[in-house]
């Protein structure tokens, strides 16, 4: 089983900065790859980035990169997500998964953590 906590939302101005953590605990093979997602209610879910763990490669959708950063920190079993010159079409709650290979589905989802960007 795998769990995972997500933590570090909330409301911030446009422009602003904020990270967001998730700490992952578990079985270790099935977390290979860990990625960030958001969803605003009425959407689909949204890719944002993902790492993978062991070699800490990054993949970013063009809807967030360079402003967004995902890096890793092994020591804490924790994923991060820098989100730089937010805007307020950055609200959404944001989601944290883990998957074990590249091809598989994402399968073990945090509880979310909302972020609020006020113009």
């Known amino acids: 089983q795998v769990q995972l906590v997500e933590s570090g939302g909330g409301l911030v101005q446009a422009g602003d900065s904020l990270r967001l953590s998730c700490t992952v605990s578990g079985r270790a093979f099935s977390t290979y790859f860990r990625g960030w997602f958001r969803q605003v209610p009425g959407k689909e879910r949204e890719f944002l980035a993902r790492?993978?763990?062991?070699?800490?490669?990054?993949v970013y959708s063009d809807s967030v990169m360079g402003r967004f950063t995902i890096s890793r920190d092994n020591a804490k079993n924790t994923i991060y997500l820098q989100m730089n010159s937010l805007k307020p079409e950055d609200t959404a709650v944001y989601y944290c998964a883990t998957k074990a290979t590249l091809a598989s589905t994402w399968n073990s989802w945090g509880q979310g953590t909302q972020v609020t960007v006020s113009s």
């Open positions: 790492i993978t763990w062991s070699s800490g490669i990054t």
